[in-house]
């Protein structure tokens, strides 16, 4: 079974200085992995996804993440905090296993707010 | 235009009624999903079609039903809606790796 957990249900950091959310997947065949950012009220966008190519992935607005097969972990990083980072980011693993239905488990999330 | 839509944005309902959330997607995928997002629990999987004939149940599928009435649309039933099925309601569509979701239904019980 697939699962994924995020340890941070709430981070705050200032703005200009670096993110970091952290994410441990468990999975019994080489997942895909996703981050998805949610900002209040809005809808669901993917910021960037592992598909088993390079380990480091770069994402949209200067987010990255790297896939750590040995400590089943896939943190989302940010040098630079930007008061629109503000909002809530989802690790995501897919079923990549023998079913392949392709659903995303989510993780509980976790709320980034970014102090002035 | 967006890729995927979900009519209506909002619905507030009293227990009981009956209700459907509409999803359409142009992107031409035959994957489609329903998740709902519930605070703290991230989102779970309602249903899931892989095609107009392939309906499959997911993790809290209990108190819901779905229609796939063309590879375009998946509807989502609520029966006789209960206070708990108060959620934001997310349709999704995906063709291999690629996962597209709507703008969510934000759906209130009373």
């Known amino acids: 079974a697939q699962s994924v957990t995020q340890l941070d249900s709430h981070v705050s950091v200032s703005e200009g200085t670096p993110v970091l959310l952290r994410c441990n997947y468990s999975?019994?065949?080489?997942?895909?992995l996703f981050w998805y950012v949610q900002h209040p009220n809005k809808g669901l966008q993917l910021l960037l996804k592992?598909?088993?190519?390079?380990?480091l992935v770069k994402g949209i607005n200067g987010f990255e993440a790297e896939f750590k097969k040995s400590e089943t972990s896939f943190h989302l990083t940010k040098p630079s905090a930007h008061m629109s980072d503000a909002a809530e980011y989802f690790c995501v693993v897919s079923d990549n296993g023998s079913s392949n239905t392709g659903k995303l488990i989510f993780g509980q999330g976790t709320t980034l707010q970014v102090k002035p | 235009d967006a890729d995927v839509t979900q009519t209506p944005r909002n619905r507030i309902t009293k227990t009981g009624k009956r209700i459907m959330l509409e999803c359409s997607q142009t992107k031409g995928h035959d994957r489609m999903y329903w998740y709902r997002q519930d605070p703290g629990l991230g989102l779970r999987l309602i249903y899931y079609s892989f095609d107009v004939k392939d309906i499959n149940k997911g993790e809290i599928s209990d108190g819901y039903s779905v229609s796939r009435q063309a590879q375009a649309k998946f509807s989502l039933s609520l029966e006789s809606a209960i206070p708990n099925q108060t959620a934001l309601y997310f349709c999704a569509t995906s063709e291999g790796t690629g996962k597209y979701f709507g703008p969510g239904t934000r759906l209130t019980v009373t």
């Open positions: 592992y598909t088993s190519a390079a380990t």
């Open positions: 999975s019994s065949y080489s997942p895909s």
